[in-house]
């Protein structure tokens, strides 16, 4: 793919950017009607991994409900603030503008990256969310408890909004970074949000759980995109990226990322 060239002006750049983010959206939602039999049995086994984990729900969500009284305020604060819609959209439109101003397509790219990745995460979870009906801890229901295509915000708990709007610039944020420890930090300040929601009683840990796997598969699904098409320069090369595995045996439930 023809890419612009450095004295390109920057109303190029913004068109050439919203070309990419264009095609982006459309690899990421058309992506399933490629799936090969590894994606499909991927797929299997992230259900019956979610399936699993809903079976400790109720008892995880007393959990952590019973916890927030010992969580400082600083800490709910950031989860609730940062996780809102208008803050995320704010800090995209800054990074953009600055890659866009400086003309730096490292940025640039990485920018696309989260604004395509948070597109298409963002229609997913809205219709999930009303599809489902799924109600909140703090409603006092149990966890089975769905009341489907509902326009309640209390019965739109399944996945967590906050989750996937965290977890998407989290993951398309590390996966620009060399070293581990600086991934490590983002991962780390990324899942403060998601962990708040849990105490709060606003999701499930299966509502989470999801969340996260859904940003994690688009991002990379969009990120592979942009490297195959050869659309920008990219800086951190294939062998520098996390490779996320869901494992589960037994009773026991987990992700795990290789850097």
Known sequence: MKKVKDTASVMQLAGYDLKQTLLSVKHSFTRPLHWKKKDFTTFGAIGLGLLGLSTIDDESSSFFIRQEAKVPNVFQETGT?????????????????????????????????????SFTTGVIQSLSKTAFGRTRPKNGHKSTEFRFWSNEPQFHSFPSGHTILSMTMTHALAKQFDNTWSKVGIYTLGSVIPISRLFTGAHWLTDVALGTVISIAVVDSIDKF??????YNDTVKEKNHVSWKLHFTGNKIGVTGVF
């Open 226 to 231: 942009l490297f195959n098409t050869k659309a």
């Open 81 to 117: 603030r940062f996780g809102s819609p208008q803050v995320y959209f704010i800090a995209n439109a800054g990074l953009y503008g600055i890659g866009l101003l400086t003309k730096s397509e490292k940025i640039r790219k990485t920018s696309v990256l989260i604004i395509s990745s």
